[in-house]
Protein backbone atom coordinates (compact mmCIF):
# COMPACT_ATOMS: atom_id res chain seq x y z
CA UNK A 1 0.00 0.00 0.00
CA UNK A 2 2.92 2.57 0.52
CA UNK A 3 4.48 1.49 -2.14
CA UNK A 4 1.75 2.41 -4.41
CA UNK A 5 1.01 5.67 -2.57
CA UNK A 6 4.77 6.84 -3.38
CA UNK A 7 3.78 5.14 -7.44
CA UNK A 8 0.92 7.92 -7.16
CA UNK A 9 2.89 10.71 -5.22
CA UNK A 10 5.61 10.26 -7.74
CA UNK A 11 3.28 10.15 -10.96
CA UNK A 12 1.50 13.24 -9.67
CA UNK A 13 4.68 15.02 -8.87
CA UNK A 14 6.10 13.98 -12.23
CA UNK A 15 2.68 15.37 -14.20
CA UNK A 16 3.33 18.90 -12.15
CA UNK A 17 6.93 18.97 -12.80
CA UNK A 18 6.00 18.59 -16.60
CA UNK A 19 2.89 20.86 -16.73
CA UNK A 20 5.53 23.34 -15.33
CA UNK A 21 8.41 22.71 -17.91
CA UNK A 22 5.48 23.17 -20.68
CA UNK A 23 4.57 26.44 -19.10
CA UNK A 24 7.85 27.48 -18.89
CA UNK A 25 9.20 26.69 -21.93
CA UNK A 26 6.20 27.51 -24.36
CA UNK A 27 4.77 24.22 -25.02
CA UNK A 28 0.88 24.01 -26.28
CA UNK A 29 -1.67 26.22 -24.41
CA UNK A 30 -5.57 26.36 -25.56
CA UNK A 31 -5.51 30.56 -25.89
CA UNK A 32 -8.97 30.86 -24.11
CA UNK A 33 -10.70 33.18 -21.54
CA UNK A 34 -12.84 32.45 -18.93
CA UNK A 35 -13.94 36.02 -18.50
CA UNK A 36 -13.43 39.33 -20.54
CA UNK A 37 -10.27 40.62 -20.45
CA UNK A 38 -8.92 44.29 -20.11
CA UNK A 39 -6.59 45.45 -22.72
CA UNK A 40 -3.84 47.64 -22.89
CA UNK A 41 -2.04 48.44 -26.19
CA UNK A 42 1.70 49.91 -25.57
CA UNK A 43 3.16 51.69 -29.46
CA UNK A 44 6.40 52.82 -29.03
CA UNK A 45 7.24 55.30 -31.65
CA UNK A 46 10.48 54.82 -33.78
CA UNK A 47 11.33 51.67 -32.15
CA UNK A 48 13.33 49.29 -33.94
CA UNK A 49 13.15 45.62 -33.11
CA UNK A 50 16.69 45.02 -32.78
CA UNK A 51 17.28 47.46 -29.70
CA UNK A 52 15.60 45.84 -27.27
CA UNK A 53 17.61 43.50 -24.30
CA UNK A 54 14.47 40.69 -25.34
CA UNK A 55 15.36 40.75 -28.93
CA UNK A 56 19.32 39.78 -28.56
CA UNK A 57 20.70 43.96 -27.71
CA UNK A 58 22.98 43.11 -24.68
CA UNK A 59 24.21 46.88 -24.91
CA UNK A 60 20.79 48.37 -24.21
CA UNK A 61 18.57 48.73 -20.98
CA UNK A 62 15.24 47.42 -21.37
CA UNK A 63 14.22 45.58 -18.16
CA UNK A 64 10.64 46.24 -18.16
CA UNK A 65 10.19 45.69 -21.66
CA UNK A 66 12.51 42.46 -20.87
CA UNK A 67 10.66 41.29 -18.15
CA UNK A 68 7.05 41.73 -20.32
CA UNK A 69 8.66 39.53 -22.87
CA UNK A 70 9.76 36.66 -20.52
CA UNK A 71 5.75 36.90 -19.57
CA UNK A 72 4.49 36.32 -23.03
CA UNK A 73 4.79 36.07 -26.49
CA UNK A 74 7.36 37.55 -28.41
CA UNK A 75 7.40 37.40 -32.15
CA UNK A 76 11.01 38.21 -34.16
CA UNK A 77 9.34 38.65 -37.61
CA UNK A 78 6.79 41.33 -37.22
CA UNK A 79 6.69 44.38 -39.93
CA UNK A 80 5.31 46.95 -39.69
CA UNK A 81 2.99 48.43 -43.13
CA UNK A 82 4.12 52.15 -43.44
CA UNK A 83 7.85 53.53 -41.53
CA UNK A 84 5.06 56.34 -41.18
CA UNK A 85 3.71 57.20 -37.88
CA UNK A 86 0.01 58.09 -39.20
CA UNK A 87 -0.13 55.48 -41.46
CA UNK A 88 1.03 52.68 -39.67
CA UNK A 89 -0.85 53.27 -36.55
CA UNK A 90 -3.88 53.30 -38.64
CA UNK A 91 -2.96 49.99 -39.76
CA UNK A 92 -2.47 49.07 -36.10
CA UNK A 93 -5.53 50.26 -35.23
CA UNK A 94 -7.19 48.81 -38.10
CA UNK A 95 -6.56 45.79 -39.14
CA UNK A 96 -6.20 47.26 -43.00
CA UNK A 97 -3.07 48.30 -45.25
CA UNK A 98 -2.62 51.77 -45.88
CA UNK A 99 -4.16 51.82 -49.70
CA UNK A 100 -7.41 50.19 -47.77
CA UNK A 101 -7.39 52.60 -45.21
CA UNK A 102 -6.30 55.38 -47.13
CA UNK A 103 -3.59 57.47 -45.13
CA UNK A 104 -0.34 57.81 -46.72
CA UNK A 105 1.40 60.51 -44.91
CA UNK A 106 1.28 61.88 -41.39
CA UNK A 107 -1.37 64.84 -40.85
CA UNK A 108 -4.27 63.07 -42.87
CA UNK A 109 -7.67 62.03 -40.91
CA UNK A 110 -8.33 58.35 -41.24
CA UNK A 111 -11.65 57.76 -43.11
CA UNK A 112 -14.96 56.81 -40.86
CA UNK A 113 -15.74 54.13 -43.40
CA UNK A 114 -12.67 51.99 -41.55
CA UNK A 115 -13.57 50.96 -38.13
CA UNK A 116 -11.02 51.62 -35.14
CA UNK A 117 -10.23 49.21 -32.81
CA UNK A 118 -11.50 51.74 -30.01
CA UNK A 119 -14.81 51.72 -31.96
CA UNK A 120 -15.37 47.89 -32.05
CA UNK A 121 -14.32 47.71 -28.52
CA UNK A 122 -16.68 50.33 -27.36
CA UNK A 123 -19.76 48.75 -28.92
CA UNK A 124 -18.39 45.49 -27.28
CA UNK A 125 -18.87 47.10 -23.45
CA UNK A 126 -15.56 48.35 -22.89
CA UNK A 127 -14.66 51.71 -21.32
CA UNK A 128 -11.74 53.00 -23.63
CA UNK A 129 -9.11 55.78 -23.32
CA UNK A 130 -6.32 56.77 -25.32
CA UNK A 131 -3.01 58.78 -24.68
CA UNK A 132 -0.50 59.79 -27.47
CA UNK A 133 2.34 61.57 -27.39
CA UNK A 134 2.43 63.48 -30.57
CA UNK A 135 -0.21 66.74 -31.49
CA UNK A 136 -0.47 65.31 -35.52
CA UNK A 137 -1.77 61.59 -33.80
CA UNK A 138 -4.56 64.29 -31.70
CA UNK A 139 -8.19 63.37 -32.42
CA UNK A 140 -8.63 66.74 -34.18
CA UNK A 141 -5.81 65.95 -36.77
CA UNK A 142 -5.87 62.06 -37.21
CA UNK A 143 -9.56 60.84 -36.64
CA UNK A 144 -8.12 58.26 -34.04
CA UNK A 145 -9.73 59.76 -31.31
CA UNK A 146 -13.19 57.92 -32.56
CA UNK A 147 -14.49 55.26 -30.16
CA UNK A 148 -12.45 56.82 -27.15
CA UNK A 149 -14.34 57.95 -24.10
CA UNK A 150 -11.37 59.52 -23.25
CA UNK A 151 -8.81 60.91 -26.04
CA UNK A 152 -5.53 62.79 -24.55
CA UNK A 153 -2.81 64.24 -26.98
CA UNK A 154 -0.14 66.97 -25.96
CA UNK A 155 -1.40 70.96 -27.12
CA UNK A 156 2.87 71.54 -28.31
CA UNK A 157 4.31 69.23 -30.62
CA UNK A 158 4.99 65.95 -28.29
CA UNK A 159 5.33 65.12 -24.76
CA UNK A 160 7.32 62.97 -22.49
CA UNK A 161 7.12 59.43 -21.79
CA UNK A 162 6.32 60.06 -17.88
CA UNK A 163 3.67 62.79 -19.06
CA UNK A 164 1.64 60.53 -20.99
CA UNK A 165 2.19 57.47 -18.36
CA UNK A 166 0.80 60.01 -15.74
CA UNK A 167 -1.94 60.75 -17.83
CA UNK A 168 -2.89 57.15 -18.19
CA UNK A 169 -2.41 56.31 -14.51
CA UNK A 170 -4.94 59.08 -13.51
CA UNK A 171 -7.06 57.71 -15.88
CA UNK A 172 -6.82 53.78 -14.81
CA UNK A 173 -6.89 55.13 -10.83
CA UNK A 174 -10.05 56.30 -12.04
CA UNK A 175 -11.98 53.67 -14.04
CA UNK A 176 -9.76 50.93 -13.86
CA UNK A 177 -12.58 48.72 -11.91
CA UNK A 178 -14.20 48.56 -15.04
CA UNK A 179 -13.35 46.49 -18.77
CA UNK A 180 -10.97 48.88 -20.62
CA UNK A 181 -9.36 48.89 -23.20
CA UNK A 182 -6.22 51.74 -23.19
CA UNK A 183 -3.83 52.51 -25.98
CA UNK A 184 -0.53 54.45 -24.56
CA UNK A 185 1.32 55.83 -27.20
CA UNK A 186 5.38 56.69 -26.18
CA UNK A 187 7.09 58.95 -29.00
CA UNK A 188 10.45 59.71 -27.75
CA UNK A 189 12.30 57.28 -29.44
CA UNK A 190 11.72 59.60 -32.40
CA UNK A 191 14.30 62.31 -33.08
CA UNK A 192 15.27 64.49 -31.65
CA UNK A 193 17.21 61.83 -29.74
CA UNK A 194 17.16 63.98 -26.79
CA UNK A 195 16.49 62.23 -23.45
CA UNK A 196 16.60 63.23 -20.12
CA UNK A 197 19.69 62.81 -17.61
CA UNK A 198 20.92 60.51 -16.19
CA UNK A 199 20.05 58.70 -19.84
CA UNK A 200 21.62 61.40 -22.25
CA UNK A 201 24.88 60.35 -20.66
CA UNK A 202 24.47 56.41 -20.22
CA UNK A 203 25.63 54.88 -23.24
CA UNK A 204 28.93 57.65 -24.20
CA UNK A 205 29.33 59.78 -21.17
CA UNK A 206 32.97 60.74 -22.52
CA UNK A 207 32.17 62.37 -26.13
CA UNK A 208 33.26 65.86 -26.94
CA UNK A 209 32.63 66.19 -30.66
CA UNK A 210 30.17 68.08 -33.02
CA UNK A 211 26.97 65.41 -33.48
CA UNK A 212 24.06 65.75 -31.42
CA UNK A 213 20.10 64.01 -31.99
CA UNK A 214 18.08 66.70 -33.22
CA UNK A 215 16.61 66.80 -36.11
CA UNK A 216 18.01 69.47 -37.75
CA UNK A 217 21.33 67.94 -37.03
CA UNK A 218 19.91 64.51 -38.75
CA UNK A 219 18.50 66.35 -41.68
CA UNK A 220 22.15 68.03 -42.15
CA UNK A 221 23.84 64.64 -42.14
CA UNK A 222 21.31 63.61 -44.83
CA UNK A 223 21.35 66.16 -46.79
CA UNK A 224 25.51 65.49 -47.26
CA UNK A 225 26.24 69.36 -45.61
CA UNK A 226 27.60 67.45 -42.28
CA UNK A 227 30.38 65.10 -42.47
CA UNK A 228 30.16 62.20 -39.52
CA UNK A 229 33.31 60.13 -38.68
CA UNK A 230 33.03 56.94 -36.53
CA UNK A 231 32.89 58.38 -33.11
CA UNK A 232 30.20 61.12 -33.99
CA UNK A 233 27.85 57.89 -35.59
CA UNK A 234 28.60 56.08 -32.31
CA UNK A 235 27.42 58.97 -30.02
CA UNK A 236 24.13 59.18 -32.45
CA UNK A 237 23.27 55.87 -31.47
CA UNK A 238 23.90 56.05 -28.10
CA UNK A 239 21.57 59.02 -27.73
CA UNK A 240 19.24 56.75 -29.08
CA UNK A 241 19.34 54.51 -27.25
CA UNK A 242 19.03 56.33 -24.25
CA UNK A 243 15.80 57.52 -25.17
CA UNK A 244 14.82 54.03 -25.45
CA UNK A 245 16.08 53.15 -21.68
CA UNK A 246 14.24 56.13 -20.72
CA UNK A 247 10.66 55.36 -22.70
CA UNK A 248 11.30 51.41 -20.59
CA UNK A 249 11.13 52.91 -17.32
CA UNK A 250 7.87 54.84 -18.22
CA UNK A 251 6.13 51.46 -19.50
CA UNK A 252 7.49 49.71 -16.22
CA UNK A 253 5.70 52.16 -14.17
CA UNK A 254 2.92 51.48 -15.81
CA UNK A 255 2.88 47.75 -15.82
CA UNK A 256 3.55 48.53 -12.15
CA UNK A 257 0.42 50.07 -11.57
CA UNK A 258 -1.44 47.95 -13.16
CA UNK A 259 -0.25 44.96 -10.54
CA UNK A 260 -1.13 47.52 -7.77
CA UNK A 261 -4.49 47.68 -8.71
CA UNK A 262 -4.82 44.20 -8.91
CA UNK A 263 -6.14 44.15 -12.86
CA UNK A 264 -2.51 43.17 -14.07
CA UNK A 265 -3.91 39.49 -14.16
CA UNK A 266 -6.95 40.86 -16.22
CA UNK A 267 -5.19 42.61 -18.85
CA UNK A 268 -3.95 41.48 -21.91
CA UNK A 269 -0.96 43.62 -22.78
CA UNK A 270 0.94 44.47 -26.31
CA UNK A 271 4.02 46.07 -26.97
CA UNK A 272 5.02 47.08 -30.16
CA UNK A 273 5.96 50.14 -32.50
CA UNK A 274 4.69 51.52 -35.64
CA UNK A 275 8.33 51.53 -36.90
CA UNK A 276 11.66 51.23 -36.67
CA UNK A 277 14.52 53.87 -37.57
CA UNK A 278 17.94 53.73 -39.45
CA UNK A 279 21.11 54.65 -37.77
CA UNK A 280 22.97 55.66 -41.58
CA UNK A 281 23.15 51.41 -42.08
CA UNK A 282 22.06 52.67 -45.59
CA UNK A 283 23.29 55.49 -47.99
CA UNK A 284 24.07 57.12 -44.35
CA UNK A 285 20.63 58.13 -43.86
CA UNK A 286 19.23 58.77 -40.26
CA UNK A 287 15.46 58.57 -40.01
CA UNK A 288 12.43 55.76 -40.93
CA UNK A 289 10.10 57.79 -43.49
CA UNK A 290 12.72 57.52 -46.88
CA UNK A 291 14.07 53.77 -46.33
CA UNK A 292 12.18 50.05 -46.87
CA UNK A 293 15.46 47.94 -45.24
CA UNK A 294 14.94 45.84 -41.83
CA UNK A 295 16.16 48.61 -39.69
CA UNK A 296 12.92 51.09 -40.11
CA UNK A 297 10.06 48.08 -40.98
CA UNK A 298 11.30 45.61 -38.40
CA UNK A 299 8.89 46.08 -34.99
CA UNK A 300 8.72 44.42 -31.73
CA UNK A 301 5.53 43.09 -31.14
CA UNK A 302 4.94 41.13 -27.76
CA UNK A 303 1.64 39.65 -25.95
CA UNK A 304 1.10 39.42 -22.55
CA UNK A 305 -1.12 37.43 -20.36
CA UNK A 306 -0.10 34.46 -17.89
CA UNK A 307 -3.84 33.21 -17.82
CA UNK A 308 -4.54 32.87 -21.30
CA UNK A 309 -0.95 32.90 -23.29
CA UNK A 310 2.46 31.01 -23.05
CA UNK A 311 5.45 32.05 -21.13
CA UNK A 312 8.79 33.15 -22.54
CA UNK A 313 7.46 31.81 -25.95
CA UNK A 314 8.97 33.07 -29.25
CA UNK A 315 7.89 32.67 -32.44
CA UNK A 316 9.83 33.36 -35.76
CA UNK A 317 7.15 33.26 -38.15
CA UNK A 318 6.90 36.43 -40.32
CA UNK A 319 3.82 38.11 -39.58
CA UNK A 320 2.41 41.84 -39.68
CA UNK A 321 1.35 44.19 -37.60
CA UNK A 322 -1.94 44.30 -39.38
CA UNK A 323 -2.63 41.28 -37.46
CA UNK A 324 -2.36 43.02 -33.90
CA UNK A 325 -6.01 44.13 -33.95
CA UNK A 326 -7.67 40.54 -35.04
CA UNK A 327 -5.42 38.55 -32.73
CA UNK A 328 -6.87 40.86 -29.93
CA UNK A 329 -10.41 40.34 -31.20
CA UNK A 330 -9.77 37.01 -31.55
CA UNK A 331 -8.74 36.61 -27.60
CA UNK A 332 -11.54 38.88 -26.51
CA UNK A 333 -13.58 36.67 -28.29
CA UNK A 334 -15.11 39.34 -30.74
CA UNK A 335 -15.97 38.68 -33.97
CA UNK A 336 -13.77 40.96 -36.28
CA UNK A 337 -15.48 42.75 -39.00
CA UNK A 338 -15.11 41.70 -42.73
CA UNK A 339 -12.92 43.22 -44.63
CA UNK A 340 -10.31 43.04 -42.12
CA UNK A 341 -7.01 42.37 -44.15
CA UNK A 342 -4.64 41.03 -40.89
CA UNK A 343 -5.34 37.82 -39.10
CA UNK A 344 -5.68 36.14 -35.95
CA UNK A 345 -2.13 34.91 -34.51
CA UNK A 346 -4.01 32.79 -31.89
CA UNK A 347 -2.95 29.49 -33.96
CA UNK A 348 0.56 30.71 -33.87
CA UNK A 349 0.61 31.25 -30.06
CA UNK A 350 -1.17 27.74 -29.20
CA UNK A 351 0.78 25.33 -30.59
CA UNK A 352 4.65 25.49 -31.95
CA UNK A 353 3.39 23.82 -35.52
CA UNK A 354 3.10 26.24 -37.82
CA UNK A 355 -0.40 26.62 -39.35
CA UNK A 356 -0.74 25.56 -42.87
CA UNK A 357 -2.17 28.74 -44.51
CA UNK A 358 -0.31 31.20 -42.61
CA UNK A 359 1.45 33.72 -45.27
CA UNK A 360 4.99 34.22 -46.11
CA UNK A 361 4.85 37.44 -47.30
CA UNK A 362 4.51 40.77 -45.62
CA UNK A 363 4.06 43.99 -47.15
CA UNK A 364 5.29 47.55 -46.18
CA UNK A 365 5.37 51.05 -48.11
CA UNK A 366 6.52 53.98 -48.13
CA UNK A 367 6.48 57.77 -49.90
CA UNK A 368 9.48 57.57 -52.80
CA UNK A 369 10.85 60.91 -51.55
CA UNK A 370 10.17 62.79 -48.71
CA UNK A 371 7.01 64.58 -49.86
CA UNK A 372 7.41 68.69 -48.99
CA UNK A 373 11.21 68.10 -48.32
CA UNK A 374 12.84 66.92 -51.67
CA UNK A 375 9.60 68.12 -53.86
CA UNK A 376 8.05 71.04 -51.62
CA UNK A 377 10.52 72.92 -50.05
CA UNK A 378 8.86 75.88 -48.98
CA UNK A 379 5.98 76.15 -51.08
CA UNK A 380 3.19 75.01 -48.91
CA UNK A 381 0.32 75.80 -51.55
CA UNK A 382 1.94 72.42 -53.31
CA UNK A 383 0.43 70.61 -50.13
CA UNK A 384 -2.39 69.54 -52.22
CA UNK A 385 -0.61 68.23 -55.16
CA UNK A 386 1.76 66.03 -53.35
CA UNK A 387 -0.86 64.78 -51.15
CA UNK A 388 -2.55 63.57 -54.78
CA UNK A 389 0.15 61.27 -55.86
CA UNK A 390 0.93 59.86 -52.56
CA UNK A 391 -2.75 59.10 -52.14
CA UNK A 392 -2.99 57.51 -55.63
CA UNK A 393 -0.14 55.39 -55.33
CA UNK A 394 2.12 57.66 -57.30
CA UNK A 395 5.71 58.29 -55.42
CA UNK A 396 5.25 55.26 -53.35
CA UNK A 397 7.86 53.14 -53.12
CA UNK A 398 6.76 49.56 -51.76
CA UNK A 399 8.51 46.32 -50.80
CA UNK A 400 7.76 42.42 -50.45
CA UNK A 401 9.54 40.01 -47.37
CA UNK A 402 9.45 36.44 -47.53
CA UNK A 403 11.99 34.73 -44.84
CA UNK A 404 13.81 34.04 -47.74
CA UNK A 405 14.02 37.61 -50.08
CA UNK A 406 13.27 41.29 -49.58
CA UNK A 407 12.15 42.68 -53.17
CA UNK A 408 11.58 46.83 -53.39
CA UNK A 409 9.77 48.26 -56.15
CA UNK A 410 10.62 51.93 -56.71
CA UNK A 411 8.09 54.27 -58.49
CA UNK A 412 8.97 54.69 -62.30
CA UNK A 413 9.44 58.74 -61.61
CA UNK A 414 12.26 57.01 -59.13
CA UNK A 415 15.93 57.17 -60.38
CA UNK A 416 16.50 54.14 -58.11
CA UNK A 417 16.19 50.79 -60.13
CA UNK A 418 14.61 47.94 -58.03
CA UNK A 419 16.15 45.76 -55.65
CA UNK A 420 16.75 41.91 -54.49
CA UNK A 421 18.09 41.00 -51.11
CA UNK A 422 18.70 37.44 -49.87
CA UNK A 423 17.66 37.77 -46.34
CA UNK A 424 19.42 34.90 -45.30
CA UNK A 425 22.88 35.34 -46.30
CA UNK A 426 22.74 39.11 -46.51
CA UNK A 427 20.68 40.16 -43.72
CA UNK A 428 21.71 43.40 -43.60
CA UNK A 429 20.78 44.15 -47.39
CA UNK A 430 24.12 45.36 -48.56
CA UNK A 431 23.78 43.56 -52.00
CA UNK A 432 21.56 44.52 -54.80
CA UNK A 433 20.86 40.62 -56.32
CA UNK A 434 18.17 42.40 -58.60
CA UNK A 435 20.48 41.75 -61.91
CA UNK A 436 21.63 37.96 -60.78
CA UNK A 437 18.39 36.95 -60.08
CA UNK A 438 16.22 37.92 -62.05
CA UNK A 439 13.62 35.32 -61.45
CA UNK A 440 13.14 35.62 -58.38
CA UNK A 441 12.63 39.18 -58.97
CA UNK A 442 10.19 38.94 -61.39
CA UNK A 443 8.03 36.35 -59.26
CA UNK A 444 8.28 38.41 -56.11
CA UNK A 445 7.54 41.69 -58.67
CA UNK A 446 4.04 39.45 -59.53
CA UNK A 447 3.13 39.02 -56.04
CA UNK A 448 3.87 42.47 -55.20
CA UNK A 449 1.75 44.05 -58.27
CA UNK A 450 -1.14 40.97 -57.20
CA UNK A 451 -1.26 42.81 -53.90
CA UNK A 452 -1.29 46.41 -55.05
CA UNK A 453 -4.17 45.81 -56.95
CA UNK A 454 -6.30 46.25 -54.25
CA UNK A 455 -5.01 49.55 -54.14
CA UNK A 456 -8.52 51.32 -55.94
CA UNK A 457 -10.17 50.20 -52.83
CA UNK A 458 -9.10 52.77 -50.93
CA UNK A 459 -10.99 56.30 -49.85
CA UNK A 460 -8.65 58.96 -50.03
CA UNK A 461 -7.34 59.92 -46.29
CA UNK A 462 -8.39 63.67 -45.82
CA UNK A 463 -9.33 66.46 -48.65
CA UNK A 464 -8.55 69.61 -48.97
CA UNK A 465 -5.44 71.33 -47.85
CA UNK A 466 -3.30 69.97 -44.43
CA UNK A 467 -3.55 73.04 -41.84
CA UNK A 468 -0.87 75.42 -41.04
CA UNK A 469 -0.46 74.12 -37.66
CA UNK A 470 0.28 70.24 -38.80
CA UNK A 471 2.22 71.35 -41.83
CA UNK A 472 4.92 73.55 -38.61
CA UNK A 473 4.59 70.10 -36.54
CA UNK A 474 5.94 68.06 -39.56
CA UNK A 475 8.61 70.65 -40.91
CA UNK A 476 9.43 70.53 -37.00
CA UNK A 477 9.74 66.54 -36.99
CA UNK A 478 11.80 66.81 -40.31
CA UNK A 479 9.01 65.00 -42.67
CA UNK A 480 9.33 68.27 -44.77
CA UNK A 481 12.52 70.25 -44.79
Not at 146 to 167: C, L, M, N, S, Y
Not at 406 to 428: C, H, N, Q, T, W
Not at 470 to 476: F, G, M, P, V
Request: hydrophobic share 35%; glycine share 8%.
Amino acid sequence: MKMKKRYVVAVFAVLIAGSLFAVRHGAEKKVKTDKPLNILLITLDTLRADHLGCYGNSQIKTPHIDRLAKEGVRFTGAVCQAPLTGPSHDSILTGLYPHTHGVRINGYPLPESSATAAEILKANGYKTAGFVSVNFLGGDVSGLGRGFDAFDWPKQVEQPAEAATEKAVAWLDKNGKEKFFVWVHYYDPHSDYSPPYPYNVMYDPSYSGQATGSTQFLDKVNSGEIKLDERDREHIAALYRGEISYVDGSVGRLIERLKETGVYKDTLIIVTADHGEALGEHEGYYGHSLQLYDPSIMVPLIFVNRAVLPANRRIDTQVESIDILPTVLDIAGIKAPDGMEGQTLVPLMETKKRPEAYREKAFSETQNMRWGGLILKDNLAETEKIHEMVKGGKEISRCIRTPRWKFILSPESASRVDELYGMKDDPKEKINLIYDDMDTADKLAEDLKSWMSGEDKSEAGGSGPMDEKTLETLKSLGYIN
